[in-house]
């Protein structure tokens, strides 16, 4: 009863959730919220939380993520995380680790302030696209860099949780040992199972199993010709549109699934491309710098509602009045007034008016 929709507006004004986290932050009927049990410094750069959500947590598949909320200076924010362990835990507990951004606002808080006994708030896991398969290929090559570890690794616990008897090959970069995320854990499942080879690239120090950039020598090392195989890479763009090119060249047949975390960086807007934007609900207008419509929005002091920030979650969509906006993830040129736009990932052409 509690769950219902009904016994939201006899609560009212807020839903049942909100008055159950005053009571109770670990209650919830329909929201999902994770408290933090442990925090885990894996090296300076980022920190590793464990997180047990409420009962209202559906557990995810190997590949996803979550998109958690947090309060920053009474601000709230939203930015996905990959959980890193495996999608049949003992426990309904989930890991993530997240990677600190100099400039970063969420990143930068949770390495700074995370701490027991926190909580945060949790959405359904998302995305599936990035997952594997559900009927398991023979043979799974699994490719990271730097954070991109962690939607790998739980690919990686989860086949072996589930006693995968194929080859699994996953190969990781990192800049030296030092940075390598889960160093141990990798060690650890490699040396259990014989059907796992560990390939590491130290791309700054050298020293791992292979030696420089992901190229056709590593892509030889990590997938033998076999048709019945998939492979996934996430990491930063170079190394996913690395992967992805050698693919195309190479013609292979193997199913390729990849997951950016941060939008690729395009060419700069020629400057006679930049005009004025208007963000006609606030009645605010200011000139183009290049960015996207939401940078340039928080630039002038509003606050959109936005979540992943990379075009994935949807919540920012707002509707073009008036002008045509740069897809920043593909580069393309469109828009007609009155079209729901994500303004993470649109850059204003010319002058632009938007209903926000
Ligand atoms: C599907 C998905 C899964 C993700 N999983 C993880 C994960 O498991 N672990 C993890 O650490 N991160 C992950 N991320 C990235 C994460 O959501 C945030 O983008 C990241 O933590 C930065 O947030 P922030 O608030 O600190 O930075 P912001 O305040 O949003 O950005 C600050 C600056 O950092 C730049 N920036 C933001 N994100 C990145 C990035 N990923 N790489 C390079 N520059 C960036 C921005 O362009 C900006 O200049 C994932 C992202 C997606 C879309
Ligand atoms: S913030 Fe997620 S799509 Fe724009």
New binding site residues.
Partial sequence: MLGTRVADALAGPHDVDHYLELLRPDWAVRRIRGEIVAVRHQNDD?VTLTLRPTGTWPGFRAGQ?VEITVEVDGVR?R??????GSAHPRTRDIE???????????????KEHAEVGMFVGLSAP??DD?VLPEVRPRRIVLISGG?????VLSMLRTLTDEGHAGEITFLHYARSAEDLLYARDLEAIAADHPNVTLLRTFTRDGGGELEGRFGPEHLRRALPVDEDAAAFV?G??ALVEATRALWEDQGLITPLRF?????PVLPDLDPDQLGTVTFAGSGVSSEADGSTLLEQAEAAGLSPVNG???G?CLTCKCTLNAGQVRDTLSGAIGGVPGEEIRICVSAPVGDVSVDL
């Fill in positions: 980022s993520h924010h930015r996905s995380y990959s959980p890193s993530l680790t997240v990677r600190r951004h100099p400039e970063g606002v969420v990143s930068r808080h949770l998302r995305g990035f954070s991109g570890v962690t939607p996430c930063p763009g997951e950016h975390f941060a939008p992943c920030r990379m994935i």
